[in-house]
């Protein structure tokens, strides 16, 4: 007698920083942020470093001291990724994600001394945050876990995903008229802005003509 596998669901994944992940099935998983949460104990700990005299045995202390700082906040930010991409693997066959460029995103906005860059500060308090989130490793781990159990990760453009409803298709930007809620302009329909757009991602990795194709299509006509 052959037994066969019962087929695991489709999921879609909206990465984001409010919300770590929302899937389209209405769970979403709270950030961990365990870069923030460590940042005072590191700054006070690079202070103490500036303070110590070069080639003291205080320095290399308090050197190490950073370190520590640092390993435990990747170790903990790696346990957070492990866990959460391995519970998605075990419960989907097939997970879609946003093909974000992360390098591009968390690019630093210093500029030249012929063109400096504005609001300095607070784009580099955002690419903390992007880092801090490890949307990079996430993925990796995700595309391998997933593969292993005879599955795949499926990465889409995230174009739109945002501002697309889920159920009638219409783009427009005033759909999302906050962070957290989505009301479409055409259908009136109200739902979660993260589940939304992790909707729309499943969508379009299940769909040869994808909805941000088709906005593009309809404006050119």
């Known amino acids: 007698m052959i037994v066969r596998a019962v087929p695991l669901d489709e999921v879609g994944a909206e990465l984001g920083m409010a919300v770590f992940a929302a899937l389209s099935d209405g769970t979403g998983i709270a950030p961990a942020n365990h870069g923030q ?13 500036a303070r110590k005299t070069r080639g003291s ?3 290399r202390k308090a050197v190490r001291r950073i370190a520590r700082i640092q390993m ?11 866990k959460h991409s391995t519970i998605i693997a075990k419960t989907h066959g097939v997970v879609g994600v946003e093909a974000l460029p992360v390098r591009s ?14 609001r300095v500060r ?10 801090d989130q490890g949307w990079g490793l996430f993925r990796t781990m995700l595309a391998d876990k997933v593969a292993d159990r005879g599955g795949r990760l499926v990465e889409v453009p995230a174009a739109y995903t945002s501002q697309t409803c889920a159920c009638c298709d219409h783009v427009e930007a005033a759909n999302r008229p906050s962070q957290a809620v989505f009301v479409c302009g055409r259908c009136g329909r109200r739902a979660n802005a993260d589940t ?6 499943l969508r379009r990795a299940d769909s040869a003509l994808k909805p941000v194709e088709r906005h593009r299509a309809q404006a050119a006509q």
């Open 37 to 49: 949460k460590a940042l005072r104990a590191l700054r006070k700990a690079q202070r103490a470093l």
């Open 57 to 59: 045995t205080n320095r």
């Open 72 to 82: 435990r906040v990747a170790d903990a930010r790696k346990d957070f990724l492990h």
């Open 105 to 118: 995103l968390s690019a630093s906005a210093t500029g030249t001394a012929a063109e400096p860059g504005r």
């Open 122 to 131: 607070q784009k580099a308090g955002l690419n903390r945050a992007i880092l």
């Open 196 to 201: 939304n757009a992790a909707t729309n991602i």
